[in-house]
């Protein structure tokens, strides 16, 4: 291997006995042929930066993984507490450990709406649901679905349900 792609190697501690890259087996036979071959400075430089591309490759892949898991704890969190009166942006950043805003982007990257929104959108969802199950009470059907104010509740339904919570109930028993 050449002088420099030798000295870089060794200030890493990385030959070909204890090589570094689990999970990319692809590259131990490119790192013995380097090490062990008494080849240009150049062609070994070459094949160490190569080594060092793939490595930054998965890296990239990991921090990918990473953030889609977040995404997928993030979502399952609201999915599970969204009938909570005060589940916020706030209480899922306390309660997963992440920023609001970190949680806020990722969000709204992957599902292109707000968590607000989403939250919104599944509690009049699930309200839906208790009516067609023959919940008539609006005020009860509010609490269930994580509304601490009726009128409120009644507010979000008909701005996206088109109509009130009353008249969707009164539609649905005909």
Do not use: W
């Not at 430089?45 to 921090?63: P, S, T």
């Amino acid at each position: 291997m050449g002088v420099r792609a030798n000295m870089i190697m060794d200030n890493l501690g990385v030959n070909y006995k204890r090589y570094i890259f689990y999970g990319m087996k692809e590259l131990k036979p490119l790192l013995i042929s380097a090490i062990n071959s008494p080849t240009s400075d150049l062609k070994s430089e070459a094949v160490l930066l190569y080594i060092f591309a793939a490595i930054e490759g998965q890296e990239k892949e990991n921090i990918k993984n990473q953030r889609a898991d977040t995404i997928i704890n993030i979502k399952k969190y609201i999915d599970e507490h969204f009938n909570s009166c005060d589940l916020d942006l706030k209480k899922i950043s306390n309660e997963l450990s992440y920023s609001e805003k970190y949680i806020s982007s990722v969000f709204k990257k992957q599902f292109k709406m707000g968590v607000s929104e989403y939250i919104a959108t599944i509690r009049i969802q699930y309200a839906c649901t208790l009516m067609e199950q023959g919940l008539s009470s609006v005020s009860d059907i509010a609490l269930l679905c994580g509304f601490s104010d009726p009128l409120y509740f009644s507010k979000v339904f008909k701005k996206r349900m088109g109509i009130s919570p009353r008249a969707h109930i009164n539609e649905i028993r005909k």
